[in-house]
């Protein structure tokens, strides 16, 4: 039986979307996970001895941190804004992280439920200094599916 060609994928470039407005220039993407409880159980078997059998628990949420450069797009920042006026509701959306390839084509989708943002930060420089500014945002989800 011969198995099926799988070459490995570079992540050439991230985007993010949101209420179906996909932001594409995300340039890093970390703590991207899927994660679950472990539920221990004792049993005894019929001789007496105590077995501990381990269980799937309940899925946990999970964070990501996505950086980009600072551009003029206020998206984030409106988010940000939104998730701290006591709107919270408002706030709360699903999305989706998508992988692209060198040609901008779609290779991979991390489906989130419920996605708020955390934090906003933005990387100190110094005037005079050469290196490109970024924005880091910090979302928090309930749940992830992979497509």
Do not use: C
């Amino acid at each position: 039986m011969a198995l099926p060609r799988s070459d490995g994928s570079t992540g050439h470039s991230f985007g993010l979307e949101v209420d179906g407005i996909v932001i594409r220039r995300i340039d890093e993407v970390s703590g991207l996970k899927m994660e679950q409880d472990v539920v221990e159980m004792k049993e005894n078997t019929p001789d007496g001895k105590v077995v501990v059998r381990k269980l799937p628990g309940r899925p946990k949420p999970g964070e990501v941190t996505l950086t980009r450069a600072l551009t003029s797009d206020d998206g984030f920042d409106t988010w940000m804004k939104e998730s701290g006026s006591g709107r919270a509701g408002d706030a709360r959306k699903n999305g989706a992280i998508i992988v692209f390839d060198a040609e901008g084509a779609p290779i991979k989708r991390y489906n989130l439920a419920d996605v708020r943002p955390k934090s906003l930060e933005i990387t100190s420089t110094k005037s005079g200094d050469t290196t490109v500014l970024t924005e880091k945002l910090v979302v928090t989800y309930e749940q992830m599916q992979v497509e």
